[in-house]
């Protein structure tokens, strides 16, 4: 009955991790519940992100539902792996997210 489903997940070796695949294909058979709702994707990563990106923007138009993907590059120009808090423009932009989809 939920109006929006957050999906979070960091990327490991270029993709999403093995739960979250595994959960996506564990709704494939739900799917028909989708139509109308709003999915939200949260995604922290190193060095890319396409591939997990790719396959959301793949998949929603056959649900039928309005996608939100919000990424962040955990990780500066050194290779050092950053907290999230180091990033207070994603920070605010899933906040923002969040207050738009809350009217």
Do not use: N
């Not at 564990?26 to 190193?46: D, N, S």
């Not at 929603?60 to 993907?69: A, E, M, R, S, T």
């Amino acid at each position: 009955d939920a109006g929006v489903i957050v999906f979070a997940t960091p990327m490991y070796w270029g993709y999403m991790t093995a739960q979250m695949k595994a959960a996506m294909d564990r709704m494939e058979a739900i799917t028909q519940y989708f139509k109308g709702k709003i999915f939200v994707v949260l995604v922290t990563y190193r060095h890319h992100c396409e591939s997990t990106v790719a396959f959301f923007r793949r998949i929603c138009p056959y649900f039928g539902v309005d996608l939100h993907i919000i990424t962040c590059r955990t990780m500066d120009e050194a290779e050092h792996d950053l907290p999230i808090s180091c990033f207070p423009d994603k920070l605010e932009e899933a906040r923002q997210l969040g207050a738009g989809i809350a009217r």
